[in-house]
């Protein structure tokens, strides 16, 4: 035997009844020898039975055996394969309950058997009994019609009246005429009851509603990153969840079995045993184990199934009964079917063809501007609306029309016989009867007959009529969805332009830069323009396909039947829920801003080389001292400098999609922004050059021309000649700065230029004060811009030496006047501080004497007046030594003599 049998014995053993094995032991010792000897079984159908057994035994024991002796084992084999025929109608059965007798030859006496055993009986469906053994009522016997439609209708009746007591089983849902088996999950023992096998479980559970998610499958563990543990406890058996006691917890309340937490494993403590597994290994346990008690995956398939089979059954019954009232002989025509294949044909061919952007549109070689784009979306979008409402309009008025036949009929079938006779309105039924009127003497069989087919066509007029509510309904769902489907693909194409997946050719996307003298350079439009666009489209388009007025009034159905009230979900709500629209806009959105910030980060330098622009040209424009030829050299540098850079800028900037970096989806023109840029800058420079030259015209040669006029028939004196000389020389190097810069100005300057360089010549020739550094320096700008020179005389060293020794001379003078003016000023100020310092010092050296005179006297008032005399002649000799030498030793210091070093002097 090998080892995939042995396991399926083993659990046919312990799981089936009767069960053989009472414990797991013997299971327990089967995946020991096959973890020891290092081997593991294949998944067998038989295998993969018993696995969610094996897996919700005990609260899960034996998981990690399974997982580590199975091959190929996953969490969805813990769950049960789902098997819709596996359950069957919710019927409880009375064991007690005597089986069904075979048709004896009295029916009465079956009849009766029968009666007397519905009390003991559970009401199920009745076995079939043989046509032949029943007698027939009285009540549901037909009459002898020789009309073969007459026939068919009564049989219609048996079968209605039949059907409407089969279908009063007690176990069993009925949903219109179609009996719903409930779908019920297998039975799970519980803990204390060892599971049994699922196909002997007869009583199955409603299956509960489906609230539980697939995401919802994590346990909840309470784990930190230090080492501390922590003591956790179920509230009850069944729960999955560990709670956390605090540390205060009373321990005569914990329990026998509870669960330490760490952060390296999880021990269960059970009285005395212990069992220590991996956090990894517990927390897929956990997870499997929910997995398994909830059971998501077959609740989820099982629902899934299940809606998905009642929608189509709804579809099935109502196309059975508008094909039922349509195969019925009627007055109007066309019948339902008809009408609603022609609606929905219509609205298919309508709309299936619209789109915000025609195929044609992207095969332009040129790139797309915002402008286009919102021109032609507001005009196809027009479109839609106009054909949409024309749409509704038609389909609400057809849908009128047939709703008046329909109820025309039932009040014409309300008429007599004669009276349809009459009208030519008879229906097919009773077409067969109008012979009858040419009969003298009619039969009265055929006149009831007559009768009950004409109350039998009044009712089928009645229930058209009754239907048209559920019909309505019905047109109303279809032709809002295919306008929701229209719509949804309608979106899709649109917003497919802007993403990164775009499945055809689309053409570029042009933005404009836009040049702004604060922030240097703009996008337009925005990306708050773009996006906002984007989004004021969809709702557009939402409310062409989805707004109130293009569904279907209900005022139609309310001129038949005014108590209609409409149940209807809105569409727009619908259209949210659809996953891949709702994903198309965020990434569009997504794009969108990725695009912006790319060309925010690229056209970042080209900004600020904007800003610069401007600054250099408002620098310019606040310069006045146009005479100051190193500042005005810097700026016209700077300008040159502008000019160049704004020449070599690039005009365009592409974006390219990221998943594809061959395709390219936007593109920023930066020819407005520098365009406008040039034109700033060009407008400040001609404004600086026209400054310029009006200060050259203007002002310096209007200057030297009146000098010229005033001091040409006289001795030009030295001051003259300097006047005139710097004024030259000044515009000379102006007209040469000016015209090597800008060539356009070389017209305007160069004939001042001329006069001023024959002015000079005059002035050369005439003056021996000229000199020969400011000529060269004339002469230089002169055949720069195109114009004679200015000779130069051999006189101009000795000239220029004899002005170097007068200046000298004056220098020298100026400064012997500074000397004598400074001396004096010392002596002042020496003669009046030693004024000062004598009498400071003579004041002192009293003070000084008479203290010491006191002291004397009252230290020698015993001695002798003899040595008191010799002792003052002594100290007025010392008196008058020290003042000679402070008054040689000032006379010596003069005014650098301090106080200190005076009181020190008086002091010794």
């Known amino acids: 035997m090998n080892l995939e049998d042995e396991l399926v014995n083993l659990c046919h053993r312990f799981f089936d009844a009767p069960q053989i094995d009472k414990a797991p032991d013997k ?8 973890i020891s000897k290092n081997q593991k079984v294949q998944i067998t159908s038989d295998i993969r039975y018993f696995i969610p057994f094996l897996a919700s035994y005990d609260g899960g024991v034996l998981c990690s055996f399974i997982e580590n002796c199975i091959e190929g084992i996953n969490p969805m084999h813990y ?16 064991p007690r309950s005597p089986k069904t007798e075979r048709p004896g030859r009295n029916p009465r006496n079956k009849r009766n058997n029968n009666n007397s055993n519905t009390d003991k009986t559970s009401k199920g469906p009745r076995s079939a009994r043989n046509p032949k053994s029943a007698r027939t009522p009285k009540s549901a016997r037909t009459p002898r019609a020789t009309d073969k439609r007459a026939n068919e209708i009564y049989d ?5 009246e039949k059907h409407e007591k089969t279908n009063k089983n007690e176990g069993c849902t009925k949903i219109e005429d179609l009996t719903v088996v409930e779908l019920a999950l297998p039975n799970r023992g519980s803990k204390s009851s060892r599971p049994t096998s699922a196909r002997r479980n007869v009583n199955k559970k409603q299956l509960p509603p489906l609230l539980q998610k697939q995401d919802a499958v994590i346990s909840n563990l309470y784990i930190r990153d230090n080492n501390s543990f922590f003591m956790a406890k179920k509230n009850s058996k069944n729960d999955l969840y560990y709670h956390i006691i605090p540390p205060s917890y009373p321990k005569h309340m914990i329990g026998e079995k509870f669960t330490i937490l760490a952060g390296t494993g999880v021990v269960t403590l059970n009285k005395n045993l212990a069992n220590v597994v991996d956090l990894p290994q517990f927390v897929q346990d956990q997870s499997n184990m929910f997995i398994v008690e909830k ?21 099935r019954q109502f196309k059975k009964i508008i094909k039922g009232l349509d195969d019925i002989d009627e007055v109007v025509r066309p019948g339902f079917s008809t009408l609603l294949d022609k609606i929905r044909q219509r609205v298919i061919e309508k709309t299936e063809t619209l789109c915000i952007y025609p195929y044609s549109f992207d095969f332009k070689p040129e ?36 709703f008046r036949q329909i109820r025309a009929t039932n009040l014409l079938m309300q008429l007599d016989f004669d009276e349809l006779h009459s009208l030519n309105a008879l229906p097919a039924s009773l077409q067969t009867f109008s012979s009858d009127l040419r009969w003298r003497f009619p039969s009265i069989w055929r006149q009831k007959l007559r009768e009950k087919l004409l109350i039998h066509e009044r009712k089928i007029a009645l229930k058209r009529q009754n239907y048209l509510g559920k019909f309505f309904s019905k047109v109303h769902s279809i032709y809002t969805g295919n306008l929701l489907l229209q719509c949804e693909r309608i979106l899709i194409e649109f917003l497919q332009r802007f993403s990164t997946d775009c499945p055809t050719k689309r053409r570029i996307h042009k933005v404009y830069a836009a040049f702004d003298q604060d922030e240097g350079m703009k996008i337009n439009p925005s990306k708050e323009e773009f996006i906002h666009w984007i989004s004021l489209t969809i709702e557009i388009v939402k409310a062409t396909f989805l707004h109130e007025e293009k569904q279907i009034s209900v005022e139609v159905i309310n001129e038949v039947d005014p108590d209609f009230e409409l149940y209807a979900e809105n569409p727009k709500r619908v259209l949210s829920r659809f996953q891949r629209l709702s994903k198309l806009i965020e990434n569009v959105y997504g794009e969108i801003n990725a695009v912006y910030t790319f060309f925010s980060l690229e056209m970042h330098n080209h900004a600020y080389f904007l800003k610069k622009l401007r600054n250099c040209i408002d620098s310019a424009s606040s310069f006045t001292d146009l005479r100051e030829i190193e500042n005005l050299e810097n700026i016209i540098s700077e300008i040159l400098k502008v000019e160049h850079e704004l020449r070599d800028r690039p005009r365009n900037i592409f974006h390219k999609v990221l998943d594809n970096d061959e395709v390219t989806d936007f593109v920023l023109d930066m020819r407005p922004a520098l365009d406008m840029a040039t034109k700033f800058f060009q407008d400040g420079v001609s404004e600086f050059k026209s400054r310029i030259i009006n200060e050259l015209n203007n002002s310096i040669f209007s200057e030297i021309q009146e000098k010229w006029a005033s001091v040409k028939e006289t001795k030009i004196s030295r001051d003259d000649c300097r006047y005139l000389e710097i004024r030259m020389v000044l515009y000379s190097v102006l007209c040469e700065t000016t015209c090597t810069a800008w060539n356009d100005t070389l017209n305007e300057l160069r004939g001042p230029f001329d006069t ?24 230089a700008s002169a055949e720069k811009v195109g114009i004679g020179l200015v000779t130069i005389r051999d006189d101009y060293e000795n000239d220029y030496d004899e002005e170097e ?11 012997e006047k500074q000397n004598t003016d400074i001396k004096k000023e010392e002596e002042e100020s020496n003669e009046s501080l030693e004024i000062e310092y004598m009498d400071e010092i003579e004041d002192r050296i009293e003070n000084k004497v008479e203290k010491n005179v006191k002291e004397e006297e009252e230290n020698d008032s015993n001695l002798k007046e003899s040595d008191n005399e010799s002792q003052s002649e002594v100290e007025n000799e010392n008196l008058g030594d020290r003042i000679e030498n402070s008054n040689d030793n000032e006379e010596n210091c003069g005014s650098g003599v301090k106080y200190d070093q005076t009181e020190s002097q008086a002091e010794s």
Request: proline share 1%.
């Open 27 to 34: 299971l327990s010792t089967f995946f020991s020898r096959l």
């Open 367 to 402: 790139e797309c501007e915002f402008n286009e784009l919102q021109e032609i979306a507001n005009i196809s979008i027009a479109e839609m609306d106009d054909l949409t409402l024309h749409l509704t309009a038609e389909i609400g008025s057809e849908m009128s029309d047939f």
């Open 756 to 779: 001023i360089m024959r002015m000079y010549r005059a002035l050369n020739d005439k003056c021996r004060f000229t000199h020969a550094e400011a000529i060269q320096s004339f002469n």
């Open 295 to 315: 059971q998501l995956f077959k609740l989820h398939n099982a629902f899934r199934c299940f809606y998905t089979w009642r929608d189509r059954y709804h579809e």
């Open 156 to 160: 219609r009746f048996n079968r209605n």
């Open 805 to 815: 020794e007068e200046e000298e001379e004056e220098e020298e003078d100026n400064n």
């Open 79 to 94: 769950v049960p394969e789902l098997k819709l025929a596996d359950y069957s109608c919710n019927i409880t059965k009375n």
